[in-house]
């Protein structure tokens, strides 16, 4: 039938269309099936102070092992989760897990990503809260990291569960700092605990000297409203030596340390400091 309606070009991007909506219907049916078969896993990255030493916390991040394909990176499902509303069962499955596994980790900080989506439902805050009851994971070593879109969203519901997480001393990031539309005014707005910025400006030190001054204004900033920066996607020296000399405060990229599985994580438990320990000194020659 295609044919016979067709023009050249009709011919030339339907089937490729086609191809790309029976993908995702083919990874949707697969991920709801990973989710019940226990095909997901949780590896952990550890964020560290920015001497490079201390490790401050970890934050979850979720990893599909499929039989077929191997490990599926998040970036390839969690779009497709989020548009068929999977997403905030896969976030509390992940929340509920990382409490579970995290929460013998002598009081170190964990983080976890959660979706705008997941702040459409007016009572994920209880959610929350009872994945909290069950693990015994206490409220003030749990830092959830959202997005500018978050924000932008505008959500009123979105607003409240966002106070309520805090009221119950949960901590907030702000993920991927610097990528969206970045707002001062929210984050005077939220008073969220901790920025992190994005990796293409950690990644732009010693090639654009606007990346730099970027980050060291977002310091600045950060530091006299006393908001902790996390800078991520650290890779080489350079980036961690810029990024002590503007008094960032915690580091996170694979020149320190990539995501783990759990199973290699105590090499970093060593290492690391509570969440109720004040806040890392460190000796940090420049
Ligand atoms: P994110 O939260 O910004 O996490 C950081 C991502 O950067 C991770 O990718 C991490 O592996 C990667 N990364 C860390 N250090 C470096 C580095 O030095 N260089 C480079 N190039 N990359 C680095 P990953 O694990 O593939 O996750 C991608 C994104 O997927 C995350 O970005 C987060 O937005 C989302 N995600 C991961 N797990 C979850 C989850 O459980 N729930 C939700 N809703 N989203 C998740
Ligand atoms: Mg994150
Ligand atoms: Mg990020
Ligand atoms: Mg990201």
Same mark, same amino acid.
Request: net charge negative.
């Given at each position: ?12 991007? #339907? ?7 029976? @993908? *995702? &219907? /083919? +990874? ?6 990973? $989710?019940? =078969? ?72 964990? #983080? ?7 702040? @459409? *439902? &007016? /009572? +994920? ?6 994945? $909290?009851? =069950? ?85 600045? +900033? ?65």
């Amino acid at each position: 039938r295609a044919k016979a309606e067709g023009r050249g070009n009709v011919q030339i991007f #339907a089937p490729s269309m086609e191809r790309e909506v029976m @993908r *995702r &219907r /083919d +990874l949707e049916v697969d991920l709801r099936r990973a $989710l019940a =078969e226990g095909e997901l896993t949780i590896y952990y990255q550890p964020q560290f102070a920015v001497d490079g030493e201390v490790v401050v916390g970890f934050e979850a991040l979720v990893r599909w092992l499929q039989p077929e394909r191997g490990i599926v990176s998040p970036g390839e499902f969690v779009p497709i989760a989020e548009q068929t509303g999977l997403i905030t069962e896969l976030d509390m499955w992940v929340l509920r897990n990382a409490c579970a596994q995290a929460r013998d980790w002598g009081g170190v900080k964990l #983080a976890v990503n959660l979706s705008p989506v997941d702040f @459409r *439902r &007016r /009572d +994920l805050d209880q959610q929350v809260k009872q994945i $909290l009851d =069950e693990t015994g994971f206490p409220a003030d070593r749990l830092e959830i990291e959202i997005t500018e879109n978050l924000l932008f969203g505008n959500q009123p519901e979105a607003f409240a569960s966002l106070a309520a997480l805090r009221r119950m001393g949960i901590r907030v990031a702000l993920d991927d700092f610097g990528s969206g539309y970045s707002s001062l005014g929210y984050i005077r707005r939220f008073r969220v605990d901790t920025i992190k910025i994005d990796r293409s400006f950690t990644q732009n030190i010693g090639q654009s000297d606007d990346a730099a001054a970027i980050i060291d204004c977002v310091v600045r +900033l950060a530091r006299a409203l006393a908001i902790t920066v996390t800078a991520e996607g650290v890779e080489t020296r350079e980036q961690l030596r810029y990024l002590q000399s503007v008094g960032c405060h915690h580091v996170q990229g694979f020149l320190l340390a990539g995501p783990v599985p759990l199973g290699s994580i105590d090499r970093y438990l060593e290492r690391a400091v509570s969440a109720a320990a004040p806040p890392v000194r460190t000796r940090v020659r420049l």
